[in-house]
């Protein structure tokens, strides 16, 4: 069995949050979504659970970090190609995040952006040509 995750972010306003993920391609799950949560699918195995700050202070003690103001984490995902990468990120900055607050990287076997949502929370979208960091990995390793 495939393991899930499951990134849990602070949100302070939870419509806006639910309409800015489906804009950049998630789905809601209404099982797993009230008025103080939701889970928004990216695919089988990648769910973001979108809760608001009192739901989220029940499950920790310590103070809910400003992600615009302190860096708490970067999340990762990967896309299927350098376009679906170019597509997340103009969807994100169509619905009101902001594209790119991170440097472009492009390796040519690697390409990545990024995107930060309406609290903060920054998502690094990337594609790899695996062979061909394989590849590059091994020339590396050789020299």
Same mark, same amino acid.
């Not at 040519?108 to 995107?115: A, D, I, K, T």
């Given at each position: 069995m495939?393991?899930?995750?499951f ?6 306003d939870?419509?806006?949050a639910?309409s800015?993920? %489906?804009?950049?391609g /998630? +789905? ?7 008025h103080? &949560?939701?889970?928004? @699918? ?15 202070r029940?499950?920790?003690p ?5 992600a ?5 984490v970067?999340?990762a995902m990967?896309? %299927?190609?350098?376009? /679906? +990468?170019?597509d ?6 169509? &619905?009101g995040?902001? @594209?790119d607050?991170g440097p472009?990287?492009d390796?040519?076997f690697?390409?990545?952006?990024s995107f930060?949502?309406p609290?903060?929370?920054i ?7 695996v ?10 390793a050789?020299?």
């Amino acid at each position: 069995m495939s393991k899930l995750i499951f990134v849990n972010l602070p949100v302070s306003d939870l419509a806006r949050a639910v309409s800015f993920y %489906e804009a950049v391609g /998630a +789905v809601k799950n209404e099982q797993f979504t009230d008025h103080t &949560a939701a889970c928004m @699918v990216f695919s089988e195995t990648i769910h973001a659970m979108l809760l608001t700050h009192d739901k989220f202070r029940q499950f920790t003690p310590k103070a809910i970090a400003d992600a615009k103001t302190t860096t708490e984490v970067l999340i990762a995902m990967s896309a %299927e190609s350098r376009e /679906a +990468v170019d597509d997340m990120i103009d969807r994100a900055g169509a &619905a009101g995040g902001t @594209v790119d607050p991170g440097p472009k990287q492009d390796y040519g076997f690697m390409y990545g952006r990024s995107f930060e949502d309406p609290d903060g929370h920054i998502w690094e979208v990337m594609w790899m040509d695996v062979e061909a960091a394989k590849e590059a990995m091994g020339e590396m390793a050789n020299a």
